[in-house]
């Protein structure tokens, strides 16, 4: 069995995926993203920068920090025939909140109201819409990167003039979603292969609340409700491995806010009790005899 | 066995793990700067990548 794993480089999660891999009895080739130098007209049958072809390995696991070179190396690989955690059809709608958001909409899954608007007036006709406070993001980046809580019309303007002045077109799409009023904290619940396997709460006091900002995750317990939405928002993405954002508003009621293809879960093996790692593992092993 | 090097940022000394990769991240202890272990033998080590705009999860 040969197994790929591709990295920017070895972070807390990859360090503890390849002690799993290796509890397991698999040494899987570590692919440095800034190695790739592939033939995009030859097929997989070209050397990877381990030496061996790519078409030998009978799955590939992308763990890349820079999200374009994990999309575009999984739209190559999936090209050739190669399977991959996740695909690239997965990871394209997870980078993607605007995409998320269409295909949680079209599987029926509660999120927040959502719009979407292309220039200054029509990015305030959205705003007020959705009413304030309202919450912009950009439909691609993580970590919470230029997230903006609007509490009037005067930070709306204030806020997409900044946008419009910003370089790259990507900030003149403006997603906007109504802003849910949490307790505190959200919800990240990890799916693996269509189980919920865990969840952490992410207590701020902050309203952004990732652990990357700041906020501390405790274990959360999975109601059959939350088992049920993270399922089902999970195969509205296509599946595979995925920390699924949710929120709970002042009624008790869950809502999915986003879905990581390449999910950060350093800090959520302790809380809950779950071996994460080892989990990712026997998922790729899974996926692996499949094709071997 | 752990292996010292010395930080390329403030000229600290750094203990590294024994269980240590290559192209791991570690972080200076005494700047707080984030550091890339480019080899393991012989231990070298150089600034990790910036943050860039598309990173993330």
Known sequence: MQIAILVTHIRAEEKLLLTAFAE????????????????????????????????????????????????????????????????????????????TTLALSTAGVNQPETRVAFTPESAMGAIERVGYPAVLKPTTGSWGRLLARVNDSDSAEAIIEHRQTLG????????????????????????????????????????????????????????????????????????????????????????????????????????????????VVRYALAQAEVVA | MNQTVSCVECDAELNVPADAMENELISCPDCGVELEILSLNPLTIDLAPEVEEDWGE
Not at chain 1, 79 to 86: F, L, P
Not at chain 1, 239 to 263: F, K, P, R
Request: hydrophobic share 35%; aromatic share 6%.
């Open chain 1, 24 to 99: 397991a009895g698999i040494e899987p080739d570590v692919i440095l993203d800034r190695d790739i130098n592939i033939d995009l007209v030859a097929g997989p049958d070209q050397q990877a920068p381990s030496g061996r072809a790519w078409s030998a390995y009978d799955v590939v696991l992308e763990r890349c920090v820079s999200t374009s070179r994990g999309l575009y190396l999984l739209a190559i690989l999936n090209r050739w025939g190669i399977r991959t955690i996740n695909s690239y059809e997965t990871a394209a709608i997870c980078s993607d909140k605007l995409q």
């Open chain 1, 168 to 279: 790259d077109y990507n900030h003149h799409t403006y997603y906007v979603q109504s802003y849910v009023n949490k307790p505190g904290r959200d919800i990240r619940a990890f799916v693996i292969g269509g189980r919920t396997i865990c969840a952490i709460y992410r207590s701020s006091e902050h309203w952004i609340t990732n652990t990357a900002r700041g906020g501390s995750a405790s274990n959360c317990p999975i109601t059959p409700d939350l088992d049920d939405i993270c399922q089902r928002a999970a195969a509205a993405v296509g599946g595979g491995i995925l920390a699924i954002d949710v929120l709970e508003d002042s009624n008790g009621e869950l809502l999915i806010n986003e879905i990581n293809h390449t999910m950060e879960f350093r800090n959520s093996s302790a809380p809950t009790g779950v071996d994460i790692a080892a989990e």
